[in-house]
């Protein structure tokens, strides 16, 4: 497809297990962000990646969370020991270039822990 | 990032011009203010961004008031698929992806029938 896109869409885990979720971007474009998104508010900044480099890892909760793009395209987002508190929507955004603020959003992966 | 100031929610009638309204009073003079919205069960999807100089595509209208305190985005005909919530963010033009956009909790522009 030409758009962002995520797998899988829903995500059910028990506490304490590793999740893995995959972020496929639109080909080409060369930035990469990951975001998450609890009930009712608006999305959080997790990492931001430019090609395969990890510029920004700022947002990223704890030391569970891990986000890898080896070959700047694909994108995987783990979550190590997965909490309650991890329930939420991942999403996923692309941009052509490095400084452009006109990012395409996935339409995300929802996890909810039990 | 500047931070942006927005309405919980609004109605707006099918067919009629939704005006939303943004304040950035604090935005500094390389931001850039841009537009999202989220559909229900969606990723959030870029609708227009600006300056200074009022913008329009196809999607929507940007009107940004001289002194660059406040915005209000326009949604000429707003039909029933423009129900969404909508971000209003400032931006730093080129300061690297990881300035890349901080959204708040948005409007929630419910349009009736």
């Known amino acids: 497809g030409a758009g962002v896109s995520q797998s899988p869409r829903y995500k059910v885990a028990k506490r304490g297990q590793d999740v893995a979720l995959r972020c496929d971007p639109i080909s080409g474009h060369v930035s990469l962000f990951w975001y998450q998104q609890a009930l009712g508010q608006g999305p959080e900044f997790l990492t931001y990646f430019q090609n395969e480099a990890q510029l920004d890892k700022s947002g990223l909760p704890s030391d569970r969370f891990f986000a890898e793009r080896p070959e700047g395209s694909v994108s995987t987002l783990k979550i190590q020991r997965t909490q309650q508190e991890d329930s939420a929507v991942y999403l996923c955004a692309s941009s052509l270039g490095a400084y452009t603020g006109e990012l395409f959003f996935g339409e995300g992966s929802r996890l909810t822990v039990l | 990032d500047a931070k942006t100031t927005q309405p919980t929610s609004m109605d707006c009638a099918e067919g009629r011009a939704a005006n939303l309204p943004c304040n950035h009073s604090?935005?500094?003079?390389?931001?850039?203010v841009y537009w999202y919205r989220q559909i229900h069960s969606q990723g959030p999807q870029y609708i227009i961004h600006?300056?200074?100089n009022n913008e329009t595509n196809e999607m929507a209208s940007l009107i940004i008031t001289e002194d660059r305190k406040s915005s209000t985005l326009i949604l000429p005909h707003a039909t029933l698929r423009d129900t969404a919530v909508y971000y209003c963010?400032?931006?730093?033009?080129?300061?690297?992806?990881?300035?890349?956009?901080?959204f708040g909790k948005g409007t929630h522009l419910i349009i009736q029938p």
């Open positions: 600006g300056l200074k």
């Open positions: 963010i400032v931006r730093v033009a080129s300061g690297g992806g990881a300035d890349g956009l901080t």
């Open positions: 604090t935005i500094s003079g390389n931001e850039y």
